[in-house]
């Protein structure tokens, strides 16, 4: 059973419209992540979270806000939506935070901006 | 900057052949270092870490990697490789301090022929 939930697997949306992306983590882990992975590009850190508090945020645009519901829970929103926020979002998670670098993966949600 | 370089983007061996992926990094300090293997439609899952220590370190699936602070590389082996070894493989740098986020290579994708 996957330990890192990420629903929807695939969503398809217009541009200018705005999406929440799920993340549910049943590994008790206290740090959790999003990450992109854009085509030809690396995966790119986008935020991570420690109890709840976000502890680094390398996203330049506001259009994209972290929510953290409950201490197992990091949903991503994007708003107005364009075609480049078109990628698959990872989010993972790990036991504790800063540099330790073992991280569990979700499957990704990904999204197209048409 | 933190950088992290896999120069070959596609790999093609048989099976039962060795394997070696390269990986190249730049960080000033010291790294830790990691291998993720990433299986079609599926999410990223750790193969190796280093942090210290025995510059040769054991992974998953028998792979090994080794370390070298002279070459600033952090190369990725296999004796004899398996068709179900047929994966994306990413190079992944994290800083030795402060930092919460890794760094991806751009990854290699591996193809093994049967």
């Known amino acids: 059973d996957p330990k890192i939930i990420q629903k929807p697997k695939y969503l398809v949306a217009v541009t200018g419209s705005e999406k929440i992306l799920i993340c549910e983590q049943y590994?008790?882990?206290?740090?959790m992540y999003w990450y992109r992975q854009s085509a030809k590009k690396p995966l790119e850190f986008m935020f991570s979270?420690?109890?709840?508090?976000?502890?680094d945020n390398q996203t330049a645009s506001s259009r994209f806000q972290p929510q953290s519901s409950k201490k197992n829970h990091l949903d991503l929103q994007i708003t107005a939506l364009k075609p480049d926020d078109s990628a698959t979002y990872f989010c993972?998670?790990?036991?504790?935070?800063?540099?330790?670098?073992?991280?569990?993966f979700g499957e990704g949600s990904k999204l197209t901006v048409l | 900057a933190q950088s992290v370089t896999q120069p070959d983007a596609r790999v093609t061996v048989s099976e039962g052949a060795s394997l070696q992926l390269r990986c190249k990094y730049s960080?000033?300090?010291?790294?830790?270092l990691f291998w993720y293997v990433q299986y079609p439609r599926q999410g990223l899952q750790l193969l190796l870490k280093?942090?210290?220590?025995?510059?040769v370190v054991q992974g998953v699936n028998g792979f090994e990697a080794e370390f070298s602070k002279s070459n600033s590389s952090f190369h990725l082996r296999k004796a004899s490789v398996h068709w179900s070894d047929s994966a994306v493989y990413f190079c992944?740098?994290?800083?030795?301090?402060?930092?919460?986020?890794?760094?991806f290579g751009s990854g290699t994708q591996l193809t093994v022929m049967p």
């Open positions: 993972a998670s790990s036991q504790t935070g800063e540099h330790t670098g073992q991280l569990y």
């Open positions: 590994l008790g882990h206290n740090a």
């Open positions: 979270y420690s109890y709840q508090k976000l502890m």
């Open positions: 960080y000033s300090g010291t790294p830790y």
């Open positions: 280093y942090y210290s220590g025995d510059p």
């Open positions: 992944v740098l994290s800083a030795s301090s402060g930092s919460w986020q890794l760094i």
